[in-house]
């Protein structure tokens, strides 16, 4: 089960067009909670145990206690985001978590899937809702906590992929698109190099790419028009559908 946190005030779900969270769409896969109570000592997290089988924690960051006997919630008070980020996924090191807020840059979220695959640090509120139909029906198809859909979207493979060849492409901007090179020249890019391959190839091993174009010359020109093919299928079609030969 993902658990969204967020306490919804002034019914901003429905303002952003995200009724969906709240029309049970996604029942037995996404469940949506509103009202956590603060406890009564800061450090006390047993109300929140529920939320040690999470499969991800969805946590909008100023998210404030509620006081069931007020029936009102507690300005400021932020004991229950707190514990969760902090002793309940431990920022993704226990529990998938992505923290969400207003006040993140709406394009840029802060997320480092190299070093923690499982922690959004912080992504926009408006952002966040706008993937999070595509990062819950992928949940519900395949059974997988796909973060960087939430941060980029379901096609996060060219924002990857656009990275990579980037990189590779500004390593050879000083040379003459009819020079001719060979792959292997690329050493100081190498690894680079190795993510773009597996994810434009998938099926293709690196050492096999590297063994059968390693050492046949190619002209910058061309190294730079399937780099750019290869970009424009994803963008297209959200996977490269070309071939390197």
Same mark, same amino acid.
């Given at each position: 089960?993902?658990?969204?946190?967020?306490?919804?005030?002034?019914?901003?779900?429905?303002?952003?067009?995200?009724?969906?969270?709240?029309?049970?769409?996604?029942?037995?896969?996404?469940?949506?909670?509103?009202?956590?109570?603060?406890?009564?000592?800061?450090?006390?997290?047993?109300?929140?145990?529920?939320?040690?089988?999470?499969?991800?924690?969805?946590?909008?960051?100023?998210?404030?206690?509620?006081?069931?006997?007020?029936?009102?919630?507690?300005? @400021?008070?932020?004991?229950?985001?707190?514990?969760?980020?902090?002793?309940?996924?431990?920022? @993704?090191?226990?529990?998938?978590?992505?923290?969400?807020?207003?006040?993140?840059?709406?394009?840029?979220?802060?997320?480092?899937?190299?070093?923690?695959?499982?922690?959004?640090?912080?992504?926009?509120?408006?952002?966040?809702?706008?993937?999070?139909?595509?990062?819950?029906?992928?949940?519900?198809?395949?059974?997988?906590?796909?973060?960087?859909?939430?941060?980029?979207?379901?096609?996060?493979?060219?924002?990857?992929?656009?990275?990579?060849?980037?990189?590779?492409?500004?390593?050879?901007?000083?040379?003459?698109?009819?020079?001719?090179?060979?792959?292997?020249?690329?050493?100081?890019?190498?690894?680079?190099?190795?993510?773009?391959?597996?994810?434009?190839?998938?099926?293709?091993?690196?050492?096999?790419?590297?063994?059968?174009?390693?050492?046949?010359?190619?002209?910058?020109?061309?190294?730079?028009?399937?780099?750019?093919?290869?970009?424009?299928?994803?963008?297209?079609?959200?996977?490269?559908?070309?071939?390197?030969?």
């Amino acid at each position: 089960m993902i658990y969204l946190i967020d306490d919804n005030q002034n019914n901003q779900r429905e303002r952003l067009g995200k009724s969906f969270v709240d029309d049970g769409v996604f029942n037995g896969y996404l469940t949506s909670i509103e009202k956590l109570e603060k406890p009564a000592q800061a450090s006390n997290v047993s109300h929140l145990a529920f939320l040690k089988d999470a499969k991800c924690i969805l946590l909008h960051a100023t998210t404030e206690d509620y006081d069931k006997e007020k029936e009102s919630f507690l300005e @400021g008070s932020r004991t229950n985001a707190i514990n969760i980020k902090e002793l309940i996924s431990q920022e @993704g090191d226990l529990i998938p978590l992505a923290i969400f807020s207003n006040g993140v840059d709406v394009n840029e979220p802060i997320y480092f899937p190299d070093k923690a695959p499982n922690y959004i640090s912080a992504i926009n509120k408006n952002l966040f809702y706008e993937h999070l139909w595509d990062f819950v029906e992928n949940y519900k198809n395949s059974g997988l906590i796909e973060l960087r859909i939430l941060a980029w979207g379901k096609n996060f493979r060219a924002k990857e992929v656009s990275k990579s060849a980037n990189i590779l492409l500004e390593a050879l901007a000083f040379r003459n698109g009819s020079d001719s090179f060979k792959i292997s020249e690329l050493s100081g890019e190498q690894q680079v190099l190795k993510a773009f391959v597996e994810t434009s190839f998938p099926d293709t091993h690196w050492l096999d790419f590297l063994h059968d174009l390693g050492d046949n010359p190619i002209s910058i020109n061309d190294f730079r028009n399937k780099i750019n093919q290869i970009i424009e299928s994803f963008l297209k079609y959200g996977k490269n559908i070309r071939s390197w030969k």
